[in-house]
């Protein structure tokens, strides 16, 4: 081995690095990019694929229950039929067709008065709510939104560099004094609200529906504090035990901007979903489309459309509710007969989740490993809020496991909660997470519950 003779370094010289970067560009990202994260769903994804794991995580829609051979034929024929339109470039606001299809599902929940030209067509949901929050929000702007919240929109929020102020829910939904009282907040401080974001039916995470006193009241706060109202409805169609209910846009067609998708009802492969918003910002909206994606996808429009106009999609949607029922049965009673004392959850009348508290002292997300080792996922809570609270909240989704899976996912989880709860009693106050910890955690700070008032009978689960 050679050597080479010292050689004075000049002052200007740039020093190397002692340690190769690990991303070479990261001085370049934009600044939103800071703090961005997968979501605790997403993280999720290589455990729940393993076979030997029962999933109650993703809110996957049991689309097997659809008759697949009719649908498989429908969508071959609009290739070998009508292939010129459907493998073609189509209008950035979507095809008028399933735009007037879609204004009649919207009438199912009272909104009666939705014209096609004010339907834009997304790439499901999730592309409408970014879609509004860039025509809408500039970076500090304040969004309220409910506690806990639907994680993809949390991170939307935080991509658009919006700062989120949680609002408290109960076992009736959103609290509108605690609404009005973030409202009276943010002037104090000089914020600019640009909307509330809500999921008043059959709520993910937190399975709990706005009752219809609240609706009023929250509508009437809306409208005293001229604020702009952003209602979520992918489950709207979904309830076990009731006709859906009337939609917040159906009381005002102006203040409501109104995102609907049918993941949930039909496909979420296809990813369909829409915004039904006034003629101004439908504008704004198009615009935001063309630039993000140019027009969404035609052959996905067309098969959307097709199925609604030739199949029995409104029977369809019965057989799906009549299937989650029977899975939401499952959970609820999994969990009232095997839960330890302390732990309660929600009762959903529709949708796809229940909420789960855990006792006292512990955290779902520090329990998590435990779990997924004895082969059980769920979502931990923390997920669901800009904020930090939730460490003792998990999310259960009944949607995708058959009820066996489903109680015995129960039965699994049950076991960890009580080994956990064991291990918090015997150490007392000491953190359980950070003793099993190779070194030590963060400290969490304290979460503020969300769900504020007093569970009926009927919706808590506790053991004997």
């Known amino acids: 081995m050679t050597s080479t003779p010292d050689r004075p370094v000049s002052a200007s010289a740039p020093v190397p690095a002692r340690h190769p970067r690990l991303d070479p560009l990261a001085d370049r990202y934009a600044a939103r990019t800071h703090g961005m994260k997968s979501s605790e769903i997403r993280a999720l994804f290589s455990v729940v694929s393993r076979p030997e794991v029962v999933s109650l995580a993703g809110g996957m829609p049991a689309v097997t229950a659809l008759p697949l051979d009719a649908v498989g034929s429908m969508i071959g024929e609009l290739v070998s039929g009508m292939g010129a339109q459907t493998l073609q470039y189509g209008s950035g606001q979507g095809d008028p067709r399933l735009r007037e299809r879609i204004c009649d599902v919207m009438a199912l929940e009272g909104i009666t008065d939705a014209s096609p030209s004010e339907v834009v067509v997304t790439v ?231 909420w789960l508290k855990l006792p006292d002292g512990l955290d779902a997300k520090l329990m998590q490993p435990r779990a997924v080792s004895a082969h059980v996922a769920y979502v931990p809570g923390i997920g669901f809020y800009a904020d930090g609270q939730g460490k003792e909240y998990m999310r259960l989704s009944y949607c995708y496991p058959e009820p066996d899976q489903i109680r015995e996912g129960v039965r699994r989880l049950a076991r960890v909660v009580e080994a956990e709860l064991d291990l918090h009693t015997t150490f007392g106050a000491v953190d359980t997470g950070r003793f099993r910890a190779v070194r030590p955690a963060t400290p969490q700070v304290p979460a503020v519950e969300p769900i504020t008032g007093p569970a009926s009978s009927d919706q808590v689960g506790d053991q004997p």
């Open 124 to 354: 499901g949901s999730q592309q409408a709510l970014d879609l509004v929050t860039r025509v809408f929000c500039d970076p500090g702007d304040v969004i309220l939104a409910e506690a806990p919240s639907y994680v993809g929109a949390l991170g939307v929020f935080q991509a658009a560099q919006a700062r989120v102020q949680h609002v408290a829910m109960d076992d009736d939904g959103l609290v509108p004094e605690a609404l009005e009282d973030a409202l009276v907040e943010c002037r104090a401080r000089g914020d600019k609200v640009k909307f509330l974001y809500t999921i008043p039916n059959f709520h993910n995470p937190a399975g709990i529906t706005l009752t219809e006193e609240r609706r009023a009241k929250v509508m009437e706060i809306a409208d005293r504090y001229d604020l702009l109202v952003v209602e979520d409805n992918p489950y709207g169609l979904l309830g076990f035990d009731r006709e859906p209910m009337r939609a917040l846009r159906a009381r005002d067609a102006e203040r409501v901007i109104y995102l609907g998708s049918f993941s949930k009802t039909f496909s979420p492969g296809l990813r369909v979903g829409w915004v039904l918003a006034p003629l101004a910002v439908r504008e704004k909206l198009v615009l935001a489309t063309e630039a993000q994606v140019l027009c969404p996808p035609s052959l996905t429009q067309y098969a959307v459309a097709r199925y609604l106009d030739t199949q029995p999609w409104q029977q369809q949607i019965k057989t799906f509710i009549e299937l989650y029922r029977e899975r939401r049965d499952a959970t609820l009673e999994s969990l009232a007969a095997l839960m330890p004392p302390g732990t309660t959850w929600t009762r959903p009348d529709g949708g796809f989740y229940v």
